[in-house]
């Protein structure tokens, strides 16, 4: 079955460590996207990539960073120095956009719970 | 800048009561608009989609129509179920960007009360 997987699905973290959440797709999806989820807030972009080696900031990019080596894969890191890190991250994927105004469906993972100690 | 708003919730309702969500964007041009569903501890899914004005979006007993003079894109159900107890979201692509991204608004909890 094709489809986006995250883990893990909990992850509790110590205050000043650096951690890494996966998000493994297999929908041959060109784009990936980072959200964060807070309660009452919505999801906000952290980062997205629209092409293997390539990816830009979202809206709150400070304290964490990305890499896109493969297609299929686009881990997070949350670095010591995001203030606030406990949330609940999704990823999700789409085919590439080819034009502006043109939009195609992002399918999004089951999300990681991290919780800092 | 892009915005959405929705109402705030959470709504709670008993099964088989007619349900609408309010959603208005701020927007330049003609944004794509969407409904996420986000049933607990899992994901968010598409539940339908309108891309101009006037286009009505449905699935699942489902529906919002895109009013560009309103700025809105309301969601209704006739007759809600238990099962449809989730958190929704309301959420645009702006039309000048080519990357996809989404802009959401916080999300409403729905309760559906047997």
């Known amino acids: 079955d094709g489809g986006i997987t995250q883990s893990p699905k909990y992850l509790f973290r110590k205050e000043g460590q650096n951690v890494t959440l996966s998000c493994e797709q297999n929908l041959n999806h060109d784009a990936m996207y980072w959200y964060r989820q807070d309660p009452g807030q919505g999801l906000r972009l952290i980062y997205y990539?629209?092409?293997?080696?390539?990816?830009q900031k979202g809206d709150i990019a400070e304290g964490y960073s990305v890499s896109r080596e493969k297609k299929e894969s686009f881990p997070l890191t949350v670095t010591s120095a995001q203030k606030n890190p406990t949330a609940f991250y999704l990823c999700?994927?789409?085919?590439?956009?080819?034009?502006?105004?043109?939009?195609?469906?992002?399918?999004f993972g089951p999300g990681t719970r991290l919780t800092v100690l | 800048g892009d915005s959405v708003t929705q109402m705030e919730g959470p709504v709670t309702l008993s099964e088989e009561a007619f349900l609408t969500i309010n959603c208005t964007y701020t927007?330049?041009?003609?944004?794509?608009l969407f409904w996420y569903v986000q049933y607990p501890g899992e994901g968010l899914q598409l539940l339908l989609k309108?891309?101009?004005?006037?286009d009505k979006g449905s699935n699942k007993g489902f529906e919002a129509t895109y009013r560009k003079e309103t700025t809105s894109f309301h969601l209704e159900k006739g007759s809600v179920q238990v099962s449809d107890s989730a958190v929704y979201f309301c959420a645009l692509t702006p039309p000048r960007g080519s990357q996809g991204n989404l802009i959401f608004g916080k999300g409403t909890k729905l309760s559906v009360k047997p």
């Open positions: 990539s629209q092409i293997v080696n390539d990816f």
């Open positions: 999700a994927s789409s085919r590439q956009s080819l034009s502006r105004g043109t939009y195609n469906e992002q399918f």
């Open positions: 309108a891309t101009k004005a006037d």
């Open positions: 927007a330049t041009g003609y944004p794509s």
